[in-house]
């Protein structure tokens, strides 16, 4: 694979950007070549404060897994959190993940048996999410947080990610198919 030019730009601007998780289907990620998906939890799937995944989080997991998408949770929440969310999942999870580090996510790939070239994050922060997997060349997917801290430390975060979503929007301008334009 072309190893990419590790800018500032290109580490933190998302390669697509979905008004929610469940838009992001086994279709659209079949046609990427994805094979794998790794999952933020909080503000991505699901706000601090629910504990456990709805129906709608438990569906879109199905709808991965009945398409051969295999899917991890990589979270940078502490144990107890990411545990009691994939009681009913099952799934490979990695609290404490360290994001925007990559060792986490190196780790995971190799217990899905995938690698950087098939493999996605998807999450809602730029300064981690993005960043932990564009170290790694791999493809970035974001959405809105779902309900955004309010302390003065997240909202500073959010104003540092402003010049790479509008990067991004330069870029998908005119064919905001995956997402309304406003909305991040
Ligand atoms: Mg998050």
Redesign the pocket.
């Known amino acids: 694979m072309k190893k990419k030019r590790h800018t500032l730009s290109y580490l933190l601007t998302p390669d697509y950007i979905f008004d929610t998780f469940a838009n992001v289907t086994p279709e659209f990620l079949n046609k990427l070549g994805i094979k794998a998906l790794l999952i ?5 799937l699901a706000p601090y404060e629910q504990p456990e995944p709805d129906k709608r989080i438990q569906e879109w997991f199905a709808a991965l897994e009945a398409n051969g998408i295999r899917a991890a949770l990589i ?2 929440n502490h144990p107890p959190r990411v545990e009691l969310f994939n009681r009913t999942l099952g799934l490979p999870a990695y609290p404490d993940s360290g994001k925007p580090g990559s060792k986490t996510i190196l780790e995971a790939m190799k217990v899905m048996g995938s690698s950087p070239e098939n493999t996605a994050g998807l ?3 730029l300064l ?2 993005t960043l932990a997997v564009h170290r790694l060349d791999m493809i970035s997917i974001i959405v809105p ?1 779902i309900k955004d801290k309010t302390t003065l430390f997240f909202r500073f975060k959010r104003w540092l990610e402003k010049p790479y979503i509008r990067n991004y929007w330069k870029t998908h301008g005119g064919q905001s198919t995956h997402s309304e334009k406003g909305s991040l």
């Open positions: 933020d939890i909080d503000n991505t979270s940078n999450g809602d922060q981690t999410d947080p």
